[in-house]
């Protein structure tokens, strides 16, 4: 296989992950709350889906279970910030904290195990599609799945009363709550939401992609999940083209000798050799989607017209109804 | 019967109550943190003992204590400081990183005595995760970028980039994504037992210069005013500006120092791990030391029991080191609850179905 | 005209801890009228409609609709009623879209029943085809134009209005109120905003409209109801009262004065700012070119209500707020365009209109905000580093002794948030008075202050006066201004409409210019014919 068909293949693959914990923020943060506590959702979600497949032997089960870790951790969140009105970002950084130190403690048993993880599931025909039919229509059922969530959520996000009144109590939670919108229904929902799809996002991880348990398996993709929805300010078309790019990043830097070789060899200039051994080193490149999400918000703040672009404008805000 | 529950602002806070909340904290977090530890049937008071009075009341045992709260002190004022003008310092962890990077680099290809070489890692690690720290400050200030996540950004920048330094210019010869260890001109020597470097000095002489900054000098003065006002502190004619920039230096100053003196006190090397998140505790020292320097001390004393006690349980009662994030998560968690219970009057009254108890509970502004 | 009202509204007071903002206040408002509500800021307009509207509950008292009394928890429930409000700032969604805005909080367009099926179609389903036919077939009823597709922040001032309006009118009301709604467009705008009024009586809609301009109401109302000081004065036809006669309910019984302060002789000029415009937060024009000069121990006092850009002209003083055209001189020093701490050195002193949003740290010390004018001049800070403390208690101290401030236990402790209105205003005046400023700059210098305090406060503004300080004073109560100015003007609408003295004044004239921005009629002319 060429080195483009691998990593494409490889990109698809992770984006699942960042996909899925992405969409959650996304709707969390359309709400109102900012979440920082998706990398131990995720965490939770990954050993939770995890422990749950090899007692019951069940992938689909330990996928459930995991939703399940994920939102529990969230339902925290909400109740602390949302009821308790507790600072967003304390809350969420406790949350990655106590995700780490509860995955760590407990998975100690999960350590060294490994199953046999979701399967790809090629669709005929358009899997004999040169280089693409194998990157993107031989991938494993939670990986169709969130796929198709991506639409979905846009259509209800952009199409649906429920999205238009998600989005109202994001922008101005008193001008929602005085038109009659259950402002704190619909930020419970979607914190929730959010959470369930980080701990979708982690069980894809132990149960499709690497098919064991690890500590901090994650390896910050909840913290990258986090930048996303900001480089994409908040839209899922951006959102989606992000994914693929800081998984594309991921996947190069997994075959970074490769890809160097190939770059110094196509460009020939021997003096920008060392210029390109260095731009493309894996941890050079890891570091990417992180500038890349500052440039972006330093590119919006210098707008003057503010009013396309940016977070929802009561994001961080805890709504009270004195 | 139903229980309706009223919950109304308070006017003053009991003193019990501002007393009693740090306390029943800690002792709540402890509480659901014997849950865990009885799962893998492990005797949590024994731990606890362990930890909390066994371990810090031997001389090798306080030595670890001191030693940890040293990062974890400097993180937390690289947090505190901020706090007090009214932001959010993130980026703790990474200007820790940027200072011990720029520190051991300088270690490692400056041939200088001790005397000379310790005072520049210590000035140069200080200055570089300044600049770092100014990035965020400069956004904020410049451009109203939220601090909150371009310093989170950063963190994650310079950590991973560090990993590309240990793999690459920085690597020692051991081939593992680590330095070589540092010469021994730049490593700090011990004091009192073999356990503690001479940088815990450090902790005096930062504990009270910050503690002078902030009560006794005007540039603590407009901090304190804009963290409290800032649309007041403006019309007063105080520079926001100059004061963004400013918290942010010095907590960016802060977290280099601590990072250099971590690695070359501590370990001896740089190596990617050697931070187990004291930026990130670090939010949590700043938050239980909210109300002064002394304060975020002891916070990071507690923390610094709670690690060093951690490592050392891991090892003796086969406690895995992950109950101390654990209890450390769980000491925010009813912080934050604690909080809401301070500001609030929780009222649990007992009703029946009774129709004219119910439509006694009228409209109030 | 039917005989029976549509509202009524009996004994409604309305307390906010000891202060009543509404004291029994009883009047009808019959089906179809165009009801006028006048009353200076603080009169407990905005808190009754509020009342009405189901934002806050009566103290006591009753509303009835059509002769039935109601409660209101929420605005839905005034909403169901059948009343709408329309507030001064407007309650929309600026990157939503007009129909966006108006359907916010209704799902019953997509589906009515009560099934699963419905529910669900209720909240994943979306339509906007019906909504957007009712809209069109509103806005053609009531004559009020709007694109639905646009985003409401790409809407002028006059078109959002429409859009709370129209927010209104789809659901179904009778009554319609309207806090203020000219204070924010433009003279045409306005006209159009009537004509729409206009348009609503006529298909048959009671409109009640808060307002303290007495133009609105001749050229708009049946009646009117007065209010001041939270009492209901009267309530009488627009056609058999003159302007002169409102504005004397307005503001009080016209009083005589006799100005027994010492008369200083005014010194050189201290501040002297020509054709100053500036804008407001929102960006609209907020002063239209004023001119103002002020001269050593003398008092100009500015009249008007509230909103007529006096905030922006005081931020503007102090360099707060960015000036879009015009100049500042300070002792013949340009200082146009500087920054706040250059103006503040200059000596310039400043007492703002929100104590709390602008003057004080609320969970600082009193010492603390003692302190913040002069922590940096050169004394306390002696060595540009350090602060000194033990000099700054001892100056907060002595601050809170001369000026009377109470409730201060321990000036290093106690919070300046803890101090009642009048004395944290006793405060931030000492504060701004002892460092023997060129020019004060006083802006509602006694509002929401009790009696004693209110008089300490006046007496040092004349001390200061004599003192040689050139003071401005922004003040709505005209008692106040009329007892120590050397100079009164009226501000309205972002300009300067009349310069007199109060010896050449009195309450109602000065209340008629606040009102409507020009002389009052050389005779008495009734309303009615006014038109």
């Not at chain 3, 005209?1 to 903002?21: N, S, W, Y």
């Not at chain 3, 329309?86 to 029943?113: D, S, Y």
């Not at chain 3, 809209?135 to 004559?143: T, V």
């Not at chain 3, 708009?220 to 056609?239: F, H, P, Q, S």
């Amino acid at each position: 296989m060429s080195l483009f068909a691998a990593t494409l293949e490889s990109t698809v693959r992770l984006a699942t992950p960042l996909l899925l914990a992405a969409m959650g923020e996304i709707i969390a943060e359309r709400s109102g709350v900012l979440n920082l506590g998706v990398e131990g959702m995720m965490l939770a979600g990954a050993l939770g889906g995890f422990a749950a497949a090899v007692l019951t032997g069940s992938i689909w089960v330990g996928f459930a279970v995991g939703i399940l870790a994920g939102m529990t951790l969230a339902l925290l969140h909400a109740v602390l910030c949302i009821s308790l009105n507790a600072d967003q970002v304390i809350s969420g950084i406790m949350l990655t904290l106590l995700g780490v130190g509860l995955t760590t403690y407990f998975g100690r048993g999960y350590v060294g195990q490994s199953i046999e993880g979701f399967q790809r599931i090629a669709i005929p025909g358009l899997v004999e599609i040169p280089i693409l039919g194998t990157a993107l229509f031989s991938i494993t059922a939670l990986d169709y799945l969130s796929l198709l969530l991506v639409p979905v959520v846009w259509y209800v996000l952009f199409r649906t009363n429920i999205g238009a009144e998600i989005t109202a109590v994001g922008e101005d939670p008193e001008t929602a709550d005085t038109a009659g919108v259950p402002v704190f229904h619909i930020q419970y929902a979607c914190v929730l939401i959010g959470g369930a799809l980080a701990g979708a996002a982690g069980a894809q991880l132990s149960l499709a992609f690497t098919n064991f348990w690890g500590v901090e398996m994650t390896a910050g993709r909840g913290w990258i999940a986090v930048a996303l929805v900001i480089f994409a300010q908040w839209r899922i078309i951006p959102l989606l083209g992000g994914a693929y790019f800081f998984a594309g990043i991921d996947a190069l830097s997994f075959r970074s000798s490769a890809v160097r070789e190939y770059v110094v060899d196509l460009v020939g200039i021997s003096a920008l050799e060392s210029m390109f051994q260095f731009l493309l080193n894996p941890q050079v490149m890891n570091t990417y989607p992180y500038l890349l999400t500052i440039a972006v918000l330093w590119y919006v703040m210098r707008q003057t017209n503010r009013n396309e672009l940016g977070a929802p404008s009561a994001l961080l805000k805890s709504y009270d109804r004195e | 019967m139903i229980p309706e529950v009223t919950v109304t602002n308070r006017e003053d806070v009991p003193q019990w109550l501002s007393y009693g909340a740090p306390l029943g904290t800690i002792l709540a977090a402890l509480l659901v943190a014997s849950v865990p530890l009885l799962w893998l049937n492990i005797n949590p008071i024994w731990v606890y003992w362990e930890l909390f009075v066994s371990q810090p009341t031997t001389v090798s045992g306080f030595a670890d204590v001191v030693r940890t709260a040293l990062p974890l002190f400097f993180a937390g004022l690289a947090v505190y400081l901020p706090l007090k003008a009214g932001l959010w310092n993130i980026g703790a962890e990474g200007q820790l990183f940027v200072g011990a990077v720029v520190g051991a680099a300088i270690a490692l290809h400056v041939e200088l005595p001790s005397l000379l070489l310790i005072p520049l890692m210590l000035v140069a690690a200080g200055i570089a995760g300044a600049l770092y720290g100014a990035i965020p400050g400069y956004l904020r200030a410049e451009h109203d970028v939220n601090e909150i996540i371009s310093s989170l950004m950063l963190t994650f920048t310079a950590t991973t980039f560090t990993g590309y330094l240990l793999r690459g210019p920085l690597q020692g010869s051991s081939g593992q994504s680590a330095t070589d260890r540092l010469p021994d001109a730049a490593q700090l020597p011990s004091v009192l037992t073999p356990r503690l470097h001479v940088g815990v000095g450090l902790i005096v002489v930062v504990a009270l210069a910050s503690y002078i900054l902030l009560n006794h000098t005007r540039l603590g003065y407009e901090i304190v005013f804009i963290g409290s006002n800032p649309a007041a502190a403006t019309q007063a004619g105080i520079s926001t500006y100059k004061i963004y920039i400013t918290v942010f230096v010095l907590g960016g100053l802060l977290a280099g120092i601590a990072g250099i003196v971590e690695v070359a006190g501590v370990h001896g090397r740089l190596f990617e791990d050697f931070s187990p998140g004291y930026g990130f505790t670090a939010v949590a020292v700043a938050l239980l030391g909210r109300n002064g320097v002394g304060q975020v001390l002891l916070a990071a004393l507690f923390f610094g029991v709670l690690t060093a006690g951690g490592t050392t349980i891991a090892v003796t009662q086969n406690v895995p080191s992950a109950l101390i994030d654990v209890i450390v998560a769980l000491t925010i968690l009813f912080l934050l609850t604690a909080e809401f219970v301070k500001d609030h009057r929780i009222n649990i009254a007992w009703r029946g179905s009774d129709p004219e108890a119910a439509s006694q509970t009228g409209g109030s502004p | 005209m039917t005989t029976d009202p549509l509202l009524e509204l009996e004994g409604i007071t309305k307390r906010f801890g000891e202060v009543v903002a509404n004291d029994d206040i009883s009047f009808s408002v019959d089906r179809g009228e165009v009801h006028a509500l006048l009353g200076e800021n603080g009169a407990g307009k905005s808190t009754l409609m509020n009342i009405l509207y189901g934002l806050y509950s009566p103290s006591s008292g009753t509303i009835r609709l059509n002769g039935d009394p109601q409660t209101f928890e929420a605005p839905k429930d005034a909403i169901d009623a059948g009343i709408g409000m329309v507030h001064q700032h407007f309650m929309l969604i600026p990157r939503m879209t007009v129909l966006e805005n108006i359907v916010l909080g209704e799902r019953e367009h997509t589906a009515t029943g009560d099934g699963i099926v419905d529910r669900f179609k209720r909240i994943f389903g979306r339509d906007r085809a019906g909504p957007r036919e009712r809209l069109s077939e509103l806005a053609e009823q009531y004559g009020l134009a709007v694109d639905p597709s646009e985003k409401v922040w790409e809407l002028d001032v006059g078109e959002q209005q429409r859009v709370e309006i129209l927010k209104a009118l789809y659901r179904d009301i009778d009554l319609l109120i309207l806090d203020e709604p000219t204070a924010v467009l433009t003279p045409t705008e306005s006209e159009q905003l009537f004509e729409t009024i206009s348009t609503l009586v006529d298909e048959g809609l009671t409109v009640i409209f808060i307002t303290h301009k007495l133009w609105e109401i001749e050229r708009l109302a049946d009646r009117v109801t007065v209010l001041r000081n939270g009492k209901r004065i009267e309530t009488v036809e627009t056609d058999g009262v003159s302007r002169s006669d409102l504005a004397e309910m307005m503001v009080g019984r016209e009083v005589l004065f006799d100005i027994d302060k010492a008369r200083v002789p005014t010194g050189e000029t201290v501040l002297s700012a020509s054709g100053l415009q500036a804008r407001d937060d929102r960006g609209l024009e907020a002063i239209a070119g004023v001119d103002l000069t002020v001269e050593a121990s003398e008092i100009v006092g500015i009249a008007g209500v509230s909103g007529n850009g006096q905030r922006e002209l005081a931020e503007c003083l102090i360099g707060y707020r960015p000036l879009e055209a015009g100049q500042i001189e300070l002792d013949g020093k340009n200082l146009t365009g500087a920054a706040p701490r250059t103006i503040i050195d200059s000596g310039v002193s400043f007492i703002p209109e929100d104590r709390y949003a602008h003057g004080c740290a609320e969970e600082l010390s009193v010492m603390h905000n003692a302190g913040v004018k002069i922590y940096r001049n050169g004394e306390l800070d002696s060595s540009r580093l350090f602060l000194d403390y033990d000099g700054l208690e001892s100056y907060a101290d002595k601050l809170v002794d001369r000026f009377d401030v109470r409730g201060v236990t321990d000036v290093n402790r106690t919070p300046a948030g803890t101090l009642s209105g009048g004395n944290l205003q006793k405060l931030i005046l000492g504060r701004e008075l002892s460092r023997a400023p060129r020019l004060l700059v006083a802006n509602q210098p006694t509002r929401g202050v009790d009696v004693g305090a209110i008089e300490h406060i006046r007496e040092q503004l004349v001390e200061q006066q004599q003192d040689g300080t050139g003071v401005v004073l922004i003040s709505e109560d005209l008692d106040e201004i009329l007892d120590l100015s050397d100079r009164v003007l009226v501000m309205y609408d972002g300009e300067f409409v009349h310069e007199t003295t109060p010896a050449e004044t009195n309450k109602w004239e000065l209340g008629v210019y606040m009102s409507t921005g020009a002389a009052p009629a050389a005779d008495d002319q009734l309303i009615s014919e006014a038109q």
